[in-house]
């Protein structure tokens, strides 16, 4: 069965700082990944995406992530971030032909200036 | 273009209720995908709906049901209710079920069960 696992579950960082959160996966197939962010308050939304091609995937925000297929991890990374970065992120995992997500459980960060 | 639409935003109902959510995806996405959100569990996948017909169900109890409609817009059924049964409920739609699309989420629907 697929599982995604967040190692880091609470990050506080002050403003400029480089961020790097975690992310491992546990599937045999080809899979698609994505990292959530939910703002307080706010919808889950869409940060970035890896499906094929070049492993290194920029979204949006100044957000990147490297996918490391023999490692099974996609982890997420800002060079500098800032106050209004303060959200929770999310890893998740969908294999070929199909929506269904799965989650990892969510890192909560938070940016303090 | 307005996003996902999920009715109603909050909800309260005793044990043993049963209750149905609704969701309205974006004009033009056929797949809609429905999640529970709790601060124990995380978000954990219920169904995925395309084209009426439900694709993928999560490792929830027949309690849970839903459905999609021509128009693509879902509902979702919980009956008889537990204490466990609050939480976020949130709905997601893309344009098809491929899994290399987009998904939008809505704001969810919080419900809580006295």
């Known amino acids: 069965a697929q599982s995604v696992s967040q190692h880091n579950h609470h990050v506080i960082l002050s403003e400029a700082a480089s961020l790097e959160l975690g992310c491992n996966y546990s599937?045999?197939?080809?899979?698609?990944l994505f990292w959530y962010v939910q703002y307080p308050g706010q919808h889950l939304q869409l940060l970035l995406k890896?499906?094929?091609?070049?492993?290194l995937v920029k979204g949006i925000k100044g957000f990147e992530a490297e996918f490391i297929k023999s490692k099974f991890s996609f982890n997420l990374r800002k060079p500098s971030v800032q106050w209004s970065d303060t959200a929770e992120y999310f890893c998740?995992?969908?294999?070929?032909?199909?929506?269904?997500?799965?989650f990892g459980t969510g890192t909560r960060l938070q940016v303090f200036p | 273009k307005a996003g996902v639409t999920q009715t109603p935003r909050y909800l309260i109902k005793t044990r043993g209720q049963q209750v149905t959510l609704s969701c309205s995806p974006i004009?033009?996405?056929?797949?809609v995908s429905w999640y529970q959100q709790t601060p124990g569990q995380g978000l954990q996948f219920l169904f995925e709906?395309?084209?009426?017909?439900?694709?993928n169900k999560g490792n929830f109890p027949g309690r849970f049901s839903g459905r999609q409609f021509s128009n693509s817009r879902s509902e979702m059924n919980v009956s008889t209710l537990e204490l466990g049964d609050s939480a976020l409920y949130l709905c997601?739609?893309?344009?098809?079920?491929?899994?290399?699309?987009?998904?939008?989420f809505g704001p969810g629907t919080r419900l809580t069960v006295l």
């Open positions: 890896y499906f094929s091609g070049d492993p």
């Open positions: 998740a995992v969908s294999s070929h032909n199909t929506d269904k997500l799965i």
């Open positions: 997601a739609s893309s344009f098809s079920a491929s899994g290399s699309n987009e998904q939008f």
């Open positions: 709906y395309f084209s009426e017909t439900q694709r």
């Open positions: 004009s033009g996405h056929r797949s």
């Open positions: 599937y045999g197939g080809t899979v698609n």
